[in-house]
């Protein structure tokens, strides 16, 4: 029998920091002046002929990786927020019980900053930390609206991004998980394990991986082989970098 040690989220969410940058979520005032939040990103009605943030932060991760096609940016690029987002919503569910309501028009995030400094929560307000409200906060509230951009924007399968915010669920569970089994805390292991389960049995997410134990092996590719030197990721649905084709991998 497991016993759950779950406390109330505090304002700086401070028992994340422990987990490392990626799991942080900076609460109690801007690090610097304060960027849009995301909803200001959503909710524009013409997004698709501005240079607005998800624009740059495309352009951004194409340059770091010399990317060859801006669809292969854009999905490092929406899997990457992903990740932060399964991270902090997880982690917290994990150690306190509780997530932090992860409305759009209260976090805010800047495209050219780098964990933890990429997002801010202006308000930090409790909600409970069921596997639905999980998927209201995450899948919800910014990766389908991120997924509608980038798909109609880049022409980036919707498949192979929803295969990305799998494998990046998947992946911070296994931090999460690591973390607590060096600190003892079986509490958080099987919490983090039992929330990622149900996460991955979700409509948008059904049928992206398998997930066994916390291995994870996706259905699709999020495209990197296809940089410089890139290779396969670890979760990868190739043991092998394909041939290139215009076709390959598009999820």
Excluded at 37 to 52: K, M, N, P
Excluded at 83 to 102: E, Q, T
Excluded at 171 to 179: M, N, S
Excluded at 210 to 233: K, N
Aim: net charge positive; glycine share 8%.
């Amino acid at each position: 029998m497991v016993l759950l040690l779950f406390v109330d989220l505090d304002p700086d969410l401070a028992a994340l920091r422990p987990l490392g940058g990626f799991f942080a979520l900076h609460t109690a005032g801007a690090p610097h002046a304060s960027p849009p939040t995301l909803a200001c990103l959503y909710e524009r009605d013409s997004w698709d002929v501005y240079d607005d943030s998800m624009t740059f932060r495309v352009r951004k991760v194409g340059a770091a990786l010399r990317a060859p096609e801006s669809r292969i940016a854009a999905s490092v690029a929406q899997q990457g927020l992903a990740a932060r987002l399964w991270s902090v919503a997880l982690g917290c569910a994990a150690l306190y019980g509780r997530v932090p309501d992860l409305d759009p028009r209260l976090l805010h995030w800047d495209p050219d900053g780098s964990a933890p400094d990429d997002l801010w929560l202006s308000a930090v307000r409790p909600l409970p930390a069921d596997a639905k409200t999980l998927a209201d906060v995450v899948l919800h509230a910014h990766l389908q609206p991120v997924t509608d951009i980038l798909h109609a924007r880049y022409r980036v399968a919707e498949g192979l991004l929803w295969g990305n915010a799998a494998s990046a669920l998947a992946g911070a569970a296994r931090q999460l998980d690591g973390w607590a089994r060096r600190h003892g805390r079986t509490d958080v292991a099987a919490t983090a394990r039992a929330r990622t389960a149900e996460l991955l049995a979700h409509p948008l997410l059904a049928g992206a991986g398998t997930l066994t134990g916390t291995a994870f092996r996706r259905r699709s590719c999020c495209l990197y082989y296809r940089v410089p030197a890139g290779g396969v990721c670890g979760d990868c649905c190739f043991t092998r970098p394909p041939r290139s084709s215009p076709h390959a991998a598009s999820g």
